[in-house]
Every structure is written in C-alpha cells, then in structure tokens.
C-alpha cells in the first residue's frame, strides 16, 4: 500500500531521475508521524487543560526526586522546552496553583520551581492518560518493533548531537 510519501518519491523520480530521494522516505515520514502524533497528544492534554510544553514542565518536576523541586535552569535542561518557554510557562502553572517559585536558599538571586499538591496531583491523573495515548499511536507495531524502532531513532539522535 503507498501512502503520501511514495506519491512524493514516485513524483521525484520522475521529474529528477538523477537524484538519489531516498533521505525523503524516512525524513517525510517523521515530519508527517510528528505532526500527527503532535496533534494526538494535544488532544490528551487538552482534556486536562493543558499543552504539551505545561505537561512537559510538570512531568519534569514530577519525576525528579522528592521534594520535587529543580531551579529554572535545571528545569529546562531536564526538559524538552526552551528556556523562553519554561518562564512563560511557569508563569501560567504558577497562577493556576500548580507549581511554586520560591527564594533559592543556596542561591539567593535565583528561585526553586517545585510541585504544588495540585500540580502533583494533576499530573498523576494525567499520565496514564498520556500513555495510553502513546500506546494508541503506537498499537501497529510490536514489542520487539518498538524496541527496534527506539534503538534506531536513539542512534540517529545521538549521531546528530542530541543527548
């Protein structure tokens, strides 16, 4: 069965013969997997009245070790939202309750972002329910596939600096 992508080669194949397309199998069906993948989780997170970058910010503060609490620095390397974002976004989760900010006692110009009973609360609520959804997006492949798949996608990032 072809999907869009074999449309896009066939096409470029035809129009450029000459040129190896074969990177756009795999770089177009990431971008596409991403964006619909995106759009899924969006959904999940909105039933609780969030966006992925405000669950990311309490999924971090959640898994870190008790008491919770990461300065805004570590928070964003721990993270996976920039650091323009992690500011606004506290800011948000700060005015609903569900994060605090207060003095750094060992740094006494910056601040501790901690879990507020609320945000750890809500993010336990939140987290089977995103997970599910993964396991949904994920349901046509298998252990083993998935294994595999992660390994690869690992090796690719870490080939491109990510860590």
């Given at each position: 069965m072809a999907d869009h992508v074999d449309l896009v080669?066939?096409?470029?194949?035809a129009q450029r013969p000459d040129l190896d397309v074969s990177p756009m199998a795999v770089i177009g069906r990431l971008k596409r997997l991403s964006r619909l993948v995106d759009a899924e989780?969006?959904?999940t997170f909105a039933r609780h009245d969030l966006d992925?970058?405000?669950f990311d910010v309490l999924a971090?503060?959640?898994r870190s070790a008790p008491p919770h609490r990461l300065t805004p620095t570590e928070l964003m390397r721990a993270s996976m939202v920039t650091s323009g974002a992690v500011t606004q976004r506290l800011?948000?989760?700060e005015a609903r309750g569900l994060v605090a900010r207060t003095p750094n006692e060992r740094d006494g110009r910056g601040v501790v972002v901690a879990l507020t009973d609320a945000g750890h609360e809500l993010v336990d609520r939140v987290l089977p329910d995103h997970l599910a959804?993964?396991?949904r997006l994920l349901g046509a492949l298998s252990v083993r596939e998935r294994e595999a798949l992660a390994g690869t996608l690992k090796q690719?990032?870490?080939s491109l600096g990510d860590q």
């Open positions: 080669l066939g096409q470029w194949h989780l969006g959904k992925r970058a405000s971090t503060l959640r800011d948000r989760l959804t993964e396991n690719l990032l870490e």
